[in-house]
Every structure is written in C-alpha cells, then in structure tokens.
Nanobody
C-alpha cells in the first residue's frame, strides 16, 4: 500500500500565502516525479507544478513567479509554497507521485485525497 497525505490548505485573503505539504508512505522502492494539481467544480484537473527527483521544476503559466515547488527525497515529501494568492487560485489541490513499489514493478501514479484552498476576503 502507498499513501499520499496532504496538509496545509485553508482560507487565506488575496495576496496571502499558504504552504502545502504532501508525504508519501508505505511500500515504496523509489519515487520519480512528484507534483501538484488543482480542480474546481465542473472543471478538469489541471497541472500546477511538478518536480523531478533531480529537482527540475515545471510550472503552469498561471502560477509562475508566485508558487514554488520543492521536495525532500529522503523524506518522500513535496511542498508547494504559494505566494501572492488570487481568488482564481481557489480549488482543491491534489498531490501526485510516480512511484515504483519494488524493483520488479513499473512506475504507477498515486494521488492524495486533496486539500481545499480558498482565497477570499
């Protein structure tokens, strides 16, 4: 079993900051890319940011310069620092990771349960 557990969501005023955390645990041999996605009601889930095991980060244009993704490979943890938040950042944020559970198994996608981020005055 593999679990991704997110934390750090909540209500924040426009211009404020939040930091999301996601820790992977369970039967893990290795983790490739990790990332954050978000979804609003009636919309498709969209990529926010991803980061490779080597630390290469990729961002959606809408969050470049405001959000920073980072990870600690030893702790199987990824963070998303969100600054200068806007009402349009309001969504459920999901953590994702490509995980290999053993040397003989292929990489598989795993998802967290989601954490609500609401940006409102």
């Amino acid at each position: 079993q593999v679990q991704l557990v997110e934390s750090g969501g909540g209500l924040v005023q426009p211009g404020g900051s939040l930091r999301l955390s996601c820790a992977a645990s369970g039967s893990i041999f290795s983790i490739d890319a990790m990332g954050w996605y978000r979804q609003t009601p009636g919309e498709q889930r969209e990529l926010v940011a991803t980061i490779t095991s080597g630390g290469f980060a990729n961002y959606a244009d809408s969050v470049k310069g405001r959000f920073t993704i980072s990870r600690d490979n030893a702790k199987n943890t990824v963070w998303l620092q969100m600054n200068s938040l806007k009402p349009e950042d309001t969504a459920v944020y999901y953590c994702s990771a490509k995980i290999r559970r053993s040397v003989t198994l292929n990489l598989a996608d795993y998802w967290g349960q989601g954490t609500q981020v609401t940006v409102s005055s």
